[in-house]
């Protein structure tokens, strides 16, 4: 399976100073090399071209990053005051990153420590497993 295409970003959340985008996972979050397609901020700079910034590196200030294969919420600063504000939150760890990981396995592919590593799940849990 590929990544989205460059037309499907979808917005969770837009103000005056934050843009909050789905993240599509296998997506890299920015390129210099443009030949690598399809990235976030080429996403970013086709929905929204009179946000780019041309005095940023990439035409975007990403508050925080995430990797290639994960997916999620993702948070761009739409001017300094903005971008300031969210370094200052992430640097004095205000903000809380949670991920959610599905597992998916039938009962003949778990191991009895895998049972009791993860929390989540219980053996009455019926086949196929889903833990986080």
């Not at 103000?15 to 996403?43: A, C, G, Y």
């Not at 003949?108 to 889903?130: E, I, L």
Request: glycine share 4%; charged share 20%.
């Amino acid at each position: 399976m590929e990544a989205g295409p460059v037309e499907s970003l979808s917005v969770v959340y837009q103000s005056q100073d934050f843009l909050v985008v789905n993240k599509h996972w296998d997506l890299r979050i920015d390129s210099r090399m443009w030949r690598e397609t399809p990235t976030l901020q080429k996403q970013l700079r086709l929905r929204f071209p009179e946000l780019a910034d041309p005095d940023t590196y990439y035409g975007f200030r990403f508050c925080h990053q995430l990797d290639f294969s994960t997916s999620g919420a993702l948070c761009v600063a739409l001017n300094k005051a903005a971008a300031g504000s969210a370094y200052k939150c992430f640097k004095e760890r205000r903000v809380t990153k949670a991920y959610l990981a599905l597992a998916v396995r039938t009962q003949s592919q778990v191991s009895p420590s895998w049972w009791s590593w993860n929390m989540g799940c219980t053996r009455a849990t019926p086949s196929p497993k889903c833990c986080c």
